[in-house]
C-alpha cells in the first residue's frame, strides 16, 4: 500500500531580535535577490555569502583591460573583479575550484555579460596553460588577474569549516570534493610533520609545542580545534596572542589542505608563457608566504627581460578601504608588464 504519509512542513529557523545575524537565518541575502542585496550595501554592509572585491581600482588601473582584449580571472570568487574586466569590455575566461560557489558567481556575471564574452570554468588555476588551450588562447591572454586564498563565501559560511569564529566542521577544502579534509590531515599528521607545516605555512613561533600537542588529534569541529589551540599555550599568553595562535594554525593547515604553495608555484612558473606580449598580471597576496613567492617571479622575470616592468614597492589598501573592509587588511597588490 503507498504510504499516506506526507513529509511535515518545516519552519524557517527563527531568529531573535529584527535582523538575522547567523549567516544560516540570512536566507534572503543567500537567495541573491537583487532588492535585498542592493538594501545591503546600502547599509554600508557586505552581503551574506558576497565577497567585496579589494583594491579593485588600483587592480583595474594596472591591468587597464581594453575592449575586445583575453581576460583571465584566475581566481572568480564572486566575481567583483571579474564583472569590473568585463565592464571594460574584455572578454572573460574565469576559473574557481570552488564547485559550490562557481555556478551562482557565473549567473550574476552572466545577467550582464553577453554569452560569448565569458567563459567559466571549474578549475585549478595551476591548469591555466590547459585552460587557454581548451579556448583557443594557447598563444596567451592579455590580462591574468590571481586574488589568492579564500572569499567571504568560504570563510563565513560555517559548513565549509573554515574559521573558527562559526562552529562547523574542521573541513577547509576550497573544493570539498577533492583531497582530505583538515579534520582527516590532523588525524594523520606525525609531531614533526605539524611542526613543519606550522612554520613553513604561517611562520609560526609556536610551532613546537602545538604540534605536541595537537598532531593526531580527532578535532570534529572548527571551535572545538581553537579550543584545542588556546590550550595547548602556555599559561603565560594573554587572549590575544592566543587569538593571533590559533588564527595563523587555521592558516597553516587550510594551506596544506588545499596544496596553495604547490599551485602557486605551479601557476607562478606557467605565468610568463601564458601572457602575450604588453600583457598585465595582478596578484593579490595575504600573507608572507604568497608574497614572498609573487615577490621573487617577478624580480627574476624583469632581471631575465621577460617582463618590461613590475611594481617596487607594493600597493596596500587605504585605511579607509580598510575600515570599511576589514578583510582587505593583509592584502599587497603586485603588478608585471610582459615584454
Ligand atoms: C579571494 S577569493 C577571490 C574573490 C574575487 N576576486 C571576487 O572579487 O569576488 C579567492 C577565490 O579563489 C579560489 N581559489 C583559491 N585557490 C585557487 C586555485 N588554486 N585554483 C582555482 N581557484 C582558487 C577560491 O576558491 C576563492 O573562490
Redesign the pocket.
Known amino acids: 500500500m503507498a504510504s499516506t504519509q506526507l513529509t511535515p512542513h518545516r519552519r524557517r529557523p527563527r531568529y531573535a531580535g529584527k535582523n538575522p545575524r547567523k549567516f544560516e537565518h540570512k536566507y534572503k541575502e543567500h537567495a541573491q535577490d537583487s532588492e535585498t542585496l542592493a538594501k545591503v550595501r546600502a547599509a554600508g554592509k557586505t552581503p551574506a555569502g558576497?565577497?567585496?572585491?579589494?583594491l579593485?581600482p588600483q587592480i583595474m588601473r594596472v591591468l587597464a583591460p581594453q575592449p575586445g582584449e583575453r581576460a583571465v580571472?584566475?581566481?572568480?570568487?564572486?566575481?567583483?573583479?571579474?564583472?569590473a574586466l568585463l565592464e571594460a569590455g574584455a572578454t572573460l575566461l574565469g576559473?574557481?575550484?570552488?564547485p559550490l560557489?562557481?555556478e551562482r558567481?557565473e549567473a550574476r556575471l552572466r545577467e550582464k555579460a553577453a554569452p560569448e564574452a565569458l567563459i567559466v570554468k571549474r578549475?585549478?588555476?595551476?591548469g591555466l596553460p590547459r585552460a587557454l588551450a581548451e579556448v583557443g588562447w594557447e598563444d596567451g591572454a592579455d590580462v591574468i588577474?590571481?586574488?589568492?586564498?579564500?572569499?567571504?563565501?568560504?570563510f563565513d559560511n560555517p559548513s565549509r569549516g573554515f574559521s573558527f569564529k562559526h562552529d562547523g566542521p574542521l573541513d577547509m577544502r576550497?573544493?570539498p570534493k577533492r583531497g582530505v579534509s583538515a579534520r582527516e590531515m590532523l588525524r594523520k599528521l606525525s609531531a614533526s610533520k605539524l611542526q613543519s607545516l606550522l612554520s613553513d605555512n604561517a611562520d609560526e613561533p609556536r610551532a613546537e609545542i602545538l604540534a605536541q600537542a595537537l598532531a593526531g588529534t580527532d578535532q570534529v569541529s572548527t571551535t572545538a580545534f581553537a579550543t584545542a589551540i588556546r590550550a595547548a599555550l602556555p599559561f603565560r599568553f594573554d587572549e590575544d596572542e592566543r587569538e593571533t595562535t590559533v588564527r595563523r594554525v587555521f592558516q597553516a593547515l587550510r594551506i596544506a589542505v588545499?596544496?596553495?604553495f604547490t599551485?602557486?608555484d605551479t601557476?607562478l612558473n606557467q605565468l610568463p608563457a601564458c601572457l602575450r606580449p604588453g600583457g598585465r598580471v595582478a596578484i593579490?597576496t595575504?600573507h608572507s608566504g604568497e608574497d614572498r613567492r609573487v615577490k621573487h617571479l617577478l624580480r627574476d622575470a624583469l632581471r631575465g627581460g621577460i617582463f618590461s616592468e613590475t611594481n617596487d614597492d607594493v600597493i596596500r589598501p587605504s585605511a579607509e578601504e580598510i575600515r570599511s573592509n576589514p578583510r582587505a587588511s593583509p592584502a599587497k597588490l603586485r603588478w608585471a608588464v610582459k615584454a
Do not use: R
Not at 558576497?50 to 579589494?54: A, D, F, R
Not at 576559473?95 to 570552488?98: A, P, S
Not at 578549475?123 to 595551476?126: K, R
Open positions: 558576497l565577497h567585496v572585491p579589494i579593485l580571472d584566475c581566481t572568480l570568487g564572486s566575481g567583483g573583479h571579474a564583472a576559473l574557481d575550484q570552488d560557489e562557481i558567481t578549475m585549478n588555476f595551476a588577474l590571481a586574488d589568492l586564498g579564500c572569499s567571504s563565501m568560504q576550497m573544493n588545499n596544496e596553495e599551485a602557486l601557476f593579490l595575504f
